[in-house]
């Protein structure tokens, strides 16, 4: 069964600071990991998708994540983070072949940015 | 291009009640899937529809269930509501089924069981 794990329920940074939200993954197969954002009272919206074309994706908002296969992770950064990146964010996983579109979520990270 | 469509936003429904929400995704999507979110679950898989067949089903009670229309809109039921069924559900199309298809989310039906 494919599973993600995001370390740390709540980040904090100030604005202009570096993004670092982890993201591990467990999957028996090759897996299919995307990251998605998600503002108050509203739905997901996907910030990028990695499919095994290149190890480092690059997303809207600035935002990029790097699948690194010896370490599991596929952690999302972004160089300077703005106000506007204040959001729970979630990584999730598709691998299981035959298993359709369904996607496995970690539990989010919710970003807190200070001024 | 319209977005995913959920209605209604919000829902207040009493414990026993049956309740319906609806989904409209984009147009030429033909894959629909229903997720629930709640603060101690998280997101959790509901099943997912193609081209009006259930393809996958997430592990719930029977009280839950769904169906898709020839049009792909899909609309979800869940019966005898339970305290525990508020939540934010939320439902997601893509154009096609398989592990690298997109999946774009409605802005969700939040239902509260009182």
């Known amino acids: 069964a494919q599973s993600v794990t995001q370390l740390g329920s709540h980040v904090s940074v100030s604005e202009g600071a570096l993004v670092l939200l982890r993201c591990n993954y467990s999957?028996?197969?090759?897996?299919?990991l995307f990251w998605y954002v998600q503002y108050p009272n509203q739905g997901l919206q996907l910030l990028l998708k990695?499919?095994?074309?290149?190890?480092l994706v690059k997303g809207i908002n600035g935002f990029e994540a790097e699948f690194k296969k010896s370490e599991t992770s596929f952690h999302l950064t972004k160089p300077s983070a703005h106000m506007s990146d204040a959001a729970e964010y979630f990584c999730?996983?598709?691998?299981?072949?035959?298993?359709?579109?369904?996607?496995?979520f970690g539990t989010g990270t919710q970003l807190k940015v200070e001024l | 291009k319209a977005g995913v469509t959920q209605t209604p936003r919000y829902l207040i429904k009493t414990r026993g009640q049956q309740v319906t929400l609806s989904c409209s995704p984009i147009s030429g999507h033909r894959s629909v899937s229903w997720y629930q979110q709640t603060p101690g679950q998280g997101l959790q898989f509901l099943f997912e529809y193609f081209s009006e067949t259930q393809r996958n089903k997430g592990n719930f009670p029977g009280r839950f269930s769904g169906r898709q229309f020839s049009n792909s809109r899909s609309e979800m039921n869940v019966s005898t509501l339970e305290l525990g069924d508020s939540a934010l559900y939320l439902c997601?199309?893509?154009?096609?089924?398989?592990?690298?298809?997109?999946?774009?989310f409605g802005q969700g039906t939040r239902l509260t069981v009182v």
């Open positions: 999730a996983v598709r691998g299981l072949t035959g298993g359709g579109n369904k996607l496995t």
């Open positions: 990695y499919t095994s074309a290149a190890t």
């Open positions: 997601a199309s893509s154009l096609r089924t398989g592990k690298e298809a997109e999946a774009f």
């Open positions: 999957s028996s197969v090759p897996p299919y």
